[in-house]
């Protein structure tokens, strides 16, 4: 996923906010790091539903950051090409499965992963699935929150 740049204005509180540039930006790395090994995914009985967006959602570029907004503690896998969220410090988790008529999601402890995710995609796709561009940013002193359209727009906290 592309980083993009957010050019952020101070106000007279201190606070900043700004939007989200078309530009790209990259960084070269100074030395390769490699992630801890994962440990093995199990999948947990929990909470089964059908879900309300496909989880195809998540390849789109701006739809995967929108999911990262929703649950920004959560790592996303692929597993046999369903969607599969573990949140390592909770050992919360959210996967979908492929049904005839649709897909399912398994929920399954304190965080309600899917249900965060969906509500973000609808939010997105009700706003005509803007690309990276639509969205915005406002920092104070306690917060940290992205914005979608206007700062009384859809939000997402970031944590600090």
């Known amino acids: 996923m592309p980083n993009r740049i957010t050019r952020l204005t101070v106000d007279e509180a201190g606070g ?15 030395r390769p790091h490699e992630r801890p090994p994962r440990p093995t995914f199990h999948r ?6 059908t879900s309300r967006v496909d989880p195809g959602l998540l390849d789109d570029r701006t739809g995967h950051f929108v999911a990262q907004l929703a649950a920004p503690s959560a ?7 369903d969607v599969v969220l573990v949140d390592v410090a909770t050992g ?4 979908t499965e492929s049904e005839p008529d649709g897909w399912s999601v398994h929920q399954s402890g304190p965080l309600r992963l899917w249900d965060q995710v969906e509500t973000a995609l ?39």
Not at 16 to 30: E, F
Not at 131 to 158: E, H, I, K, N, Y
């Open 16 to 30: 900043t906010t700004g939007r989200s540039l078309g530009d790209r930006v990259s960084y070269m790395l100074a």
């Open 44 to 49: 947990l009985p929990g909470e089964v539903r």
């Open 75 to 81: 790592e996303f896998r692929a597993s046999d090409g």
């Open 92 to 95: 919360s988790q959210a996967w």
């Open 122 to 160: 609808l939010s997105w796709r009700a706003a005509g699935a803007p690309d990276q561009t639509a969205f915005g940013m406002t920092v104070t002193t306690a917060t940290q929150t992205v914005w979608l359209g206007a700062p009384d727009g859809p939000s997402w906290r970031l944590p600090v």
